[in-house]
T-cell receptor, first 114, second 114 residues
Framework: AQKITQTQPGMFVQEKEAVTLDCTYDTSDPSYGLFWYKQPSSGEMIFLIYQGSYDQQNATEGRYSLNFQKARKSANLVISASQLGDSAMYFCAMREGGDYKLSFGAGTTVTVRA | KAGVTQTPRYLIKTRGQQVTLSCSPISGHRSVSWYQQTPGQGLQFLFEYFSETQRNKGNFPGRFSGRQFSNSRSEMNVSTLELGDSALYLC?????????????FGNGTRLTVT
């Protein structure tokens, strides 16, 4: 079964607007971590933000924030004030409990328009 | 601090050959993991090493192998290459391989098998 689901293959957003990327996950482990990565066309995976399952508050890192809804098993990424440089593929990923691997979603391509 | 370094960036090999990819983690990081990225299968976990020990292995055939050296540098080897092995191979390092330590990825090695 898919552990991470990203239902939006591609999105367009106007420069300076906010965009929300959806991510739902599936796990029975009470301890897990959720990550978001950005992959520009150059191929490098860039770590953006982390949310732990026991964290009480939603994570924020600059223009990135994570809308964590534990009961719904969703961890949506919000990018505020989009910039042209935000155009990339975005991946949601999860690491469960004592596991050492990340399970990735299929990704969402974001294209920022001027 | 230098990031994760992968060499070479590009490789072209012929079916049946073998290939070795190299990864130097961020200084102080003891966990190194490898991922294969293809358009069809997305990002898939290959294996993870910590202090020269493989702690976790993904669902790949035995032709895929790896190792980690005492300085945390890692190599992965693919023997008897098949066309389907064409992919972007990403190496990632983290402090201990467990959440909340994020994985920091290299630029990847793009392998083309002809």
């Amino acid at each position: 079964a898919q552990k991470i689901t990203q239902t939006q293959p591609g999105m367009f957003v106007q420069e300076k607007e906010a965009v929300t990327l959806d991510c739902t996950y599936d796990t029975s482990d009470p301890s897990y971590g959720l990550f978001w990565y950005k992959q520009p066309s150059s191929g490098e995976m860039i770590f953006l933000i982390y949310q732990g399952s026991y964290d009480q508050q939603n994570a924020t890192e600059g223009r990135y924030s994570l809308n964590f809804q534990k009961a719904r098993k969703s961890a949506n990424l919000v990018i505020s004030a989009s910039q042209l440089g935000d155009s990339a593929m975005y991946f949601c990923a999860m690491r469960e409990g004592g596991d050492y691997k990340l399970s990735f979603g299929a990704g969402t391509t974001v294209t920022v328009r001027a | 601090k230098a990031g994760v370094t992968q060499t070479p960036r590009y490789l072209i090999k012929t079916r049946g050959q073998q290939v070795t990819l190299s990864c130097s983690p961020i200084s102080g990081h003891r966990s190194v993991s490898w991922y294969q990225q293809t358009p069809g299968q997305g990002l898939q976990f290959l294996f993870e090493y910590f202090s020269e020990t493989q702690r976790n292995k993904g669902n790949f055939p035995g032709r895929f192998s790896g190792r980690q050296f005492s300085n945390s540098r890692s190599e992965m080897n693919v023997s008897t290459l098949e066309l389907g092995d064409s992919a972007l191979y990403l190496c990632a390092s983290s402090l201990d391989g467990q959440a909340p330590s994020p994985l920091h990825f290299g630029n990847g090695t793009r392998l083309t098998v002809t």
